[in-house]
């Protein structure tokens, strides 16, 4: 059965991979996700139902419009893979379990925010709010309604420091130092992995934006940096690997 499952997990996440693109690549420009339908953006030809099936058709085709022979984006293809793999990885890991529901959400918003963000540097409310909805759900069924005030309080606490830290940036450097989305993304983070845990998260993902900061500024490209892809990969691992994240803000109790 676990190859049964691993199967129409993987195929279950390219589809939503998908759909996830399109979500990423129309929301934050305005667009529709439902009209026009899938179509090629360089010649607007109406793709059909073989040469939209998830992975196979890019390859197929490889990466080009039957019609125009313009490139498709890469992002595509890779945004349907990863989808499909982090939900296979997430069974694979955790099998039908709380933590496995929960990996793909992380999973979901990991796909949406790393297209959206580095692609337009916008966060989008509405998986965020969908997500928040879903993790609640999840709390109430496996932990019961008592669950539901320490969540959403966590999440609250979270999302005020966060509101806190953009709002002393903002002083300190006269711009924005956080966006809106990254705000709300740690409403999130707390819902997830509660406060203590949620902050430690915040402070690792610093150190995941470093290298590409550092390689932005030595490039001289735009010095802003899309820092919810970074922000959500940390609540990735670091909800992986709780335990060893929650034996850190432990330590700071022996001080």
Same mark, same amino acid.
């Given at each position: 059965?676990?190859?049964?499952?691993?199967?129409?997990?993987? $195929?279950?996440?390219?589809?939503?991979?998908?759909?996830?693109?399109?979500?990423?690549?129309?929301?934050?420009?305005?667009?529709?996700?439902?009209?026009?339908?899938?179509?090629?953006?360089?010649? +607007?030809?109406?793709?059909?139902?073989?040469?939209?099936?998830?992975?196979?058709?890019?390859?197929?085709?490889?990466?080009?419009?039957? +019609?125009?022979?313009?490139?498709?984006?890469?992002?595509?293809?890779?945004?349907?893979?990863?989808?499909?793999?982090?939900?296979?990885?997430?069974?694979? &890991?955790?099998?039908?379990? &709380?933590?496995?529901? $929960?990996?793909? $959400?992380?999973?979901?918003?990991?796909?949406?925010?790393?297209?959206?963000?580095?692609?337009?540097?916008?966060?989008?409310?509405?998986?965020?709010?969908?997500?928040?909805?879903?993790?609640?759900?999840?709390?109430?069924?496996?932990?019961?309604?008592?669950?539901?005030?320490?969540?959403?309080?966590?999440?609250?606490?979270?999302?005020?420091?966060?509101?806190?830290?953009?709002?002393?940036?903002?002083?300190?450097?006269?711009?924005?130092?956080?966006?809106?989305?990254?705000?709300?993304?740690?409403?999130?983070?707390?819902? $997830?992995?509660?406060?203590?845990?949620?902050?430690?998260?915040?402070?690792?993902?610093?150190?995941?934006?470093?290298?590409?900061?550092?390689?932005?500024?030595?490039?001289?490209?735009?010095?802003?940096?899309?820092?919810?892809?970074?922000?959500?990969?940390?609540?990735?691992?670091?909800?992986?690997? &709780?335990?060893?994240?929650?034996?850190?803000?432990?330590?700071?109790?022996?001080?």
């Amino acid at each position: 059965m676990t190859i049964y499952y691993s199967i129409v997990i993987f $195929i279950f996440g390219i589809i939503m991979g998908s759909f996830y693109n399109v979500l990423a690549t129309r929301l934050p420009i305005g667009k529709s996700i439902i009209k026009p339908g899938s179509h090629c953006d360089a010649c +607007n030809h109406k793709l059909k139902w073989y040469e939209n099936i998830p992975l196979i058709s890019y390859i197929i085709q490889k990466g080009k419009c039957k +019609n125009c022979g313009k490139q498709i984006p890469f992002d595509v293809f890779l945004s349907e893979l990863a989808t499909g793999v982090l939900f296979l990885f997430s069974y694979l &890991y955790f099998g039908i379990s &709380y933590n496995f529901f $929960i990996m793909l $959400i992380l999973s979901s918003l990991c796909v949406i925010i790393f297209v959206s963000d580095f692609k337009y540097m916008i966060i989008l409310d509405s998986p965020l709010i969908i997500a928040g909805i879903l993790v609640i759900i999840l709390k109430t069924v496996y932990y019961g309604y008592k669950a539901i005030i320490p969540t959403l309080i966590s999440g609250i606490i979270t999302f005020l420091v966060m509101l806190l830290v953009g709002f002393i940036g903002k002083k300190m450097y006269k711009r924005d130092a956080l966006g809106g989305g990254d705000i709300k993304l740690s409403f999130i983070l707390g819902m $997830i992995l509660g406060v203590q845990v949620a902050m430690v998260s915040l402070i690792f993902s610093t150190f995941l934006a470093l290298p590409y900061a550092l390689a932005t500024i030595a490039l001289k490209k735009d010095s802003e940096v899309p820092f919810g892809p970074f922000i959500v990969s940390s609540l990735f691992i670091v909800f992986l690997y &709780y335990d060893k994240f929650y034996n850190i803000v432990k330590l700071f109790y022996l001080f």
